[in-house]
Structures are given as C-alpha cells and as structure tokens.
C-alpha cells in the first residue's frame, strides 16, 4: 500500500533559525495536506498543495510539491516558539482512495 | 461555531471492558474517521465512514466497532479485544467523495488502562 515517509522525526532550533521537514510517497499524489499539531492539541490543516511543482507560502512558511508529486516540503524561515508542535504531511494517491495517508510526523522544539 | 466534538476527555478501561468514544459533528460533513495516535507513530486509521450506515476498516480495526446511525455522530468502541488501547484517540470529518477537502479534527479523548 501507500507509503508516506516523512523525516526528520524531531527537530530542535533555537530561535531564529531555519526548519525543514520533507516527505516522501512510494506513489505519485493527487494532492498533499499539511496539518499542525499544537502539544496537547489536535490537528490543524495548514494548507493543500494540488499541482505539479506548486509553491506556496504563508508568511514564514513555504510550502512545495515537487515535480513527480511524490514529495513534499515545509520550511519556516525564522523559527519562534510559536511554530512548536508537530507537523504532519498527508498525500492521497492518484487514482486511489480519497482517504489520505499520514506521514508520522516531525516535532520541532524551539528554544529561546 | 461548527465543529467537532470528542467526549469524554479522559477515559479509563479496566481489563476485559468494552468502552465508546464520542465524536459529534455539526459542519454537515458526509465523511467521518477515527484516528489512533501513539506517540512516534503519526495517525493511524482505524475507521472511516462516508455516508450513513456504511463503514470501512482502515489500516488497525482489529479491536475496534463503530456505527454510524446519524450523520452528525460517529462513536467508536473499544473492545476488550484491543489487548493494547492506551493512545490518544482522534475523531475527523471531511466532505466526503471530495479529494480536495481538508480534515477537521475534535480535540480528542486520552484512553488509559487501569
């Protein structure tokens, strides 16, 4: 089945600095979703990337797709402790189920 | 405001007990999903429904039954054969046949063993 791979695992900056996480799929995407979890929270959906290619950016945040659609990047530019939490990477398959699958994750600790 | 609601917060199991998990939505979504999340492991599907009375396993069933008798409401239970549930248990709903629609997810219940 699909796979998403998404590294690093945890991330720790200090503030100011830089943070990317990647994700890899096994499979050509449809679509990917990226989803921010706050610690002790829930999942919160950030923003979808649908084309080939595609960048997008909210404020600190860059968001890209690659080529092949079978990977993804967020990168915050100037870390502050508000972007601590987990953030996930979810693609769903072309042709395939419209059920995403996550990727399990990376946690970024922001020191001050 | 339109949401989804999880309850109870907390919940604890003793051995050999069933328990159910609440998940109440008002944002008029036809698809509904319980995740699991352990610590490391990301979200793992344990069910998903995308119209009243028609459910699907996702990827970890085993040791969990769900119903979807209204389409505001999804419970899940967790039976005494899920011989390892503590985990932080998420409820989802998205529009449903729709591959462009984000999740919006309730803020969870914690379960633990006693």
């Known amino acids: 089945g699909q796979q998403v791979m998404q590294i690093p695992q945890y991330q720790h900056v200090q503030e100011g600095e830089d943070f990317t996480t990647y994700c890899n799929s096994s499979?050509?995407?449809?679509?990917i979703q990226w989803y921010k979890q706050r610690p002790g929270g829930h999942p919160v959906f950030l923003i979808q990337l649908v084309k080939s290619g595609e960048v997008k950016k909210q404020k600190r945040l860059t968001f890209q797709f690659g080529e092949a659609k079978k990977n993804s990047s967020l990168h915050i530019t100037a870390t502050q402790t508000t972007d601590v939490g987990t953030y996930f990477c979810a693609g769903r398959a072309s042709g395939g189920s419209y059920i995403p699958t996550f990727g399990r994750g990376t946690s970024l600790i922001v020191h001050p | 405001d339109g949401g989804i609601t999880q309850s109870p917060k907390y919940l604890f199991r003793k051995e050999g007990q069933n328990v159910t998990l609440s998940c109440e939505q008002n944002l008029n979504h036809d698809a509904m999903y319980w995740y699991r999340q352990d610590p490391g492991q990301g979200l793992r599907l344990i069910y998903y429904s995308q119209i009243v009375n028609d459910f699907q396993k996702g990827d970890i069933a085993e040791g969990y039954s769900v119903s979807r008798e209204k389409k505001e409401s999804f419970p899940l239970t967790v039976t005494s054969a899920q011989k390892n549930p503590t985990a932080f248990y998420l409820c989802?709903?998205?529009?449903?046949?729709?591959?462009?629609?984000?999740?919006?997810f309730g803020d969870g219940t914690r379960l633990s063993i006693l």
């Open positions: 989802a709903s998205s529009k449903a046949g729709d591959y462009n629609q984000p999740q919006h």
């Open positions: 499979t050509t995407l449809s679509n």
